[in-house]
Structures are given as structure tokens and as C-alpha cells.
T-cell receptor, first 114, second 116 residues
């Protein structure tokens, strides 16, 4: 069974500071990993994904994430946070085998304070 | 990226009525569509998976007679909430994948359903 853990319900960071949103996963095989952002009453916006290759993945809006197989983690990072980054962030995973759906973490609310 | 259009974006209906939500892939053919439900301040929970031309596969605890899913074409899937009740009020999001085993699925903008 696949699962995703986002250990923090809320992350607060000052504007201009680096941010990290944590994610760990569990799959039986090799994972596809994703990060999405959601603004109030909106759908999901894709940020980035890890499929294969370099462990450091760069995505939209200056976000990046590092795949760490030994720690089964895929933390989302940004060097300098913006107030407009304040939103709900979801980590998701699926096994690469088969036509499986994405399994989402519970989400982490990021607040960037000016 | 590929575009998935979900309609309506919000709907208010009376208890006991049925509501249909449409999910369309605009620039690709979606062999598989997923329907998720999101309660306030919670994550997305998978309701069902549908492959074009086949019956949907529902997750445990999801009533298939209440949440009717149709995926009759490669560009359209519908979710009908039958005899809606206030506890069905939620945010529903569809997701479409182009090919079986394709890495990514694309999401609609979601539908906010409020049953009064």
C-alpha cells in the first residue's frame, strides 16, 4: 500500500527566508513523487515531480525538491519565500507499476509573513 | 501541460436532489479518470477510478449507488451525486491521465458542492 506523511500541519516562515515543507512516503516499489499547491476553493496546481534521474528536481515558481531514497523523503524547498507562496501544499506518491492513482498527504499549510 | 476542465465550479442544491459534475480533458484523451473528495482542511481522498468504457472501481466506503460515475468517452467523465444530503457537501476534484501507466495525471479546478 502507498502512503504519504506530511508531519507538519502548519509551517510559518518570514518573507525572504528559506522554506522547507517535509514529506516522507511509502511504496512497495519505486515511486513517482509529486508536489501540488492549492489556493482556497481552487483545484491543484502542479509544482514538480520526480520520476527518475537527478535527485534534485526544480519546479515552478522557484520551488525545488530533493528525492532521498534512503530516507524515503521528498521535501519541498524554496531559497527565498514570498508572501504569495502562502497556500496549502500537498505531497503525493504513486507506484511506478500499473495504472495507480495518486495518494496524497494530509497537506501542509504554509504561511509566509511579511 | 494538459488541460482538464471541471464544471460547475460551485453548486448549491436542495437536499434530495441530484447533482452532476462534469470533467473534460480538453487537449488529450483520458483513458483513466480519478475522482477525489476533499473535506475542509483535509486531504484529497480517492473516491473512484474509471477507465473509459468500463465500470468505475470504487474505494472502500464509497457508495457506488450514491456517487454514479460515467466515463463513456475518452474526453468526458461525470460524477452524479444522487439524492444529495448536507453531509455530501464537499469539494470534489477530478483528475485525468492520458495513457495507462502514464506518469502524471492532470487535475480539474474542483467543484464546491453545498447541499442545503
Amino acid at each position: 500500500a502507498q502512503s504519504v506523511a506530511q508531519p507538519e500541519d502548519q509551517v510559518n516562515v518570514a518573507e525572504g527566508n528559506p522554506l522547507t515543507v517535509k514529506c516522507t512516503y511509502s511504496v512497495s516499489g519505486n515511486p513517482y513523487l509529486f508536489w501540488y499547491v492549492q489556493y482556497p476553493n481552487r483545484g491543484l496546481q502542479f509544482l514538480l515531480k520526480y520520476i527518475t534521474g537527478d535527485n534534485l528536481v526544480k519546479g515552478s515558481y522557484g520551488f525545488e525538491a530533493e528525492f532521498n531514497k534512503s530516507q524515503t523523503s521528498f521535501h519541498l524547498k524554496k531559497p527565498s519565500a514570498l508572501v504569495s507562496d502562502s497556500a496549502l501544499y500537498f505531497c503525493a506518491v504513486r507506484d511506478i507499476s500499473g495504472n495507480t492513482p495518486l495518494v496524497f498527504g494530509k497537506g501542509t499549510r504554509l504561511s509566509v509573513i511579511a | 501541460g494538459a488541460v482538464v476542465s471541471q464544471h460547475p465550479s460551485w453548486v448549491i442544491c436542495k437536499s434530495g436532489t441530484s447533482v452532476k459534475i462534469e470533467c473534460r480533458s480538453l487537449d488529450f484523451q483520458a483513458t483513466t479518470m480519478f475522482w477525489y473528495r476533499q473535506f475542509p482542511k483535509q486531504s484529497l481522498m480517492l473516491m473512484a477510478t474509471s477507465n473509459e468504457g468500463s465500470k468505475a472501481t470504487y474505494e472502500q466506503g464509497v457508495e457506488k449507488d450514491k456517487f454514479l460515475i460515467n466515463h463513456a468517452s475518452l474526453t468526458l467523465s461525470t460524477l452524479t451525486v444522487t439524492s444529495a444530503h448536507p453531509e455530501d457537501s464537499s469539494f470534489y476534484i477530478c483528475s485525468a491521465r492520458a495513457l495507462r501507466g502514464d506518469t502524471e495525471a492532470f487535475f480539474g479546478q474542483g467543484t464546491r458542492l453545498t447541499v442545503v
